[in-house]
């Protein structure tokens, strides 16, 4: 690494560590101070109040760390303008582009920690929040527990196969109790009618049901359906469907009907495994999951975005005060944010493509920052 680029990354680094811990410190004082009255009246101690904004410290950060390294990347290169440093060193034969590499740099992997962070410790923050919350309460017989699904039922529509209703399903273990009842959303003769269980659970691969009653569909069609089979245990390896699968399918179906909640987002895994159980969707789900999915694979590039916006707003001559930096931040977040919802409004109703709607801003911006450093003199 030359000279040069590690003076660039220190100056760059330091402003980002202190915006990263003064958005910090302004979001959980405000916070606190908003719900203090209700963390109290949950029986929370300072510990449990600690630990509960650790634990959604990573839902944070993914919404601050882009605004944070746009407002230190052009706080540094604002600074450097004022002191003429960023026209010596073009004038050394240093080109513009060669001195945004370290900048890229710290793009690219503020990027990959960011779809880290969002894939695998976000989507379980509020979970755990609320776990947390409740450590002092007496547990609600009626209320499931934390690896609980009560009453699921769910269509496999890839091999035609409807399961429920499920009393009990555990989400850790893929073990379900209560009433099982399996069969294909359109019965026909060749096929049993419907399979009902006590309990279900999958080992190596393979649904294994227990107390098990097999109908099949009677000649006649105004008859009840016929047993024609019962057993202790039934091992089914026609039953392809995962308990990661099963997940999925909860986690996206719920995130449906809350779609406006304020709500961690699920993880791509979950959209990937919805679309094989369901590889045709209706239409206006359809538009919802793939448009969803996008944006999932297009949030953290907005890092490098950033740095691309932030080059040649920061880099152009003149004795500029820093604090032109913070009101350009101001301006270019709010436009990103407007035409991130309006890209997303119209890629769920249909009116855009899919990747068109979730990468908008990222190519608007993106585009714009590198036309714009081209034409920097």
């Known amino acids: 690494m030359r000279l040069l680029d590690r003076y660039l990354l220190r100056e760059l680094l330091v402003p980002l560590g202190f915006c990263l811990w003064g958005f910090l410190l302004l979001w959980v004082s405000s916070d606190l101070f908003a719900n203090l009255g209700e963390l109290q009246k949950q029986g929370m101690v300072a510990r449990d109040i600690a630990d509960y904004y650790l634990v959604k410290l990573p839902e944070f950060l993914v919404l601050v760390l882009p605004i944070a390294l746009l407002l230190a990347m052009l706080y ?19 080109s513009l582009w060669r001195i945004a590499v370290p900048y890229l740099g ?20 509020d979970e755990r929040a609320k776990a947390i919350s409740k450590r002092h309460q007496a547990p609600d017989p009626n209320v499931p527990g934390r690896n609980e699904y009560r009453n699921l039922f769910f269509d496999n529509t890839r091999d035609g196969r409807r399961w429920g209703v499920i009393g009990v399903y555990n989400f850790e273990t893929g073990e379900m109790s209560g009433v099982v009842g399996v069969y294909p959303i359109e019965p026909d003769d060749s096929k049993p009618w419907e399979l009902r269980a006590d309990r279900a659970r999958r080992i190596d691969g393979v649904w294994t049901f227990y107390n098990v009653v097999v109908f099949k569909a009677a000649a006649n069609p105004t008859a009840p359906p016929v047993p024609v089979l019962q057993t202790n245990v039934l091992a089914v390896p026609e039953f392809s469907e995962t308990p990661e699968e099963i997940n999925s399918e909860i986690k996206i179906r719920d995130s449906m009907t809350l779609r406006a909640a304020k709500k961690a987002d699920v993880p791509i895994k979950d959209l990937v495994n919805y679309l094989r159980l369901h590889p045709h969707p209706a239409r206006s789900d359809r538009y919802w999951l793939y448009t969803k999915l996008e944006g999932r694979l297009a949030a953290p590039w907005t890092c490098v975005v950033v740095v691309l916006i932030a080059i040649p ?43 068109l709607a979730a990468w908008f801003p990222n190519l608007v ?7 714009l450093t081209s034409r920097v003199r």
């Open 106 to 125: 710290v793009g690219f992997l503020a990027s990959l920690a960011l779809f880290v962070v969002n894939e695998f410790w976000v989507p379980s923050t």
């Open 313 to 355: 707003f920061g880099a152009a001559g003149g004795r500029r005060n820093v604090f032109v930096g913070v009101a350009s931040s101001i301006v270019i977040c709010f436009i990103y944010f407007v035409l991130l919802q309006v890209g997303l409004a119209l890629g769920t109703s249909g009116r855009m493509p899919a990747w």
């Open 76 to 94: 540094a290169l604002t600074n450097h303008a004022r002191h003429q440093e960023i026209t010596a060193i073009r004038a050394a034969g240093v």
């Open 365 to 371: 911006f993106g585009l714009t920052g590198l036309w």
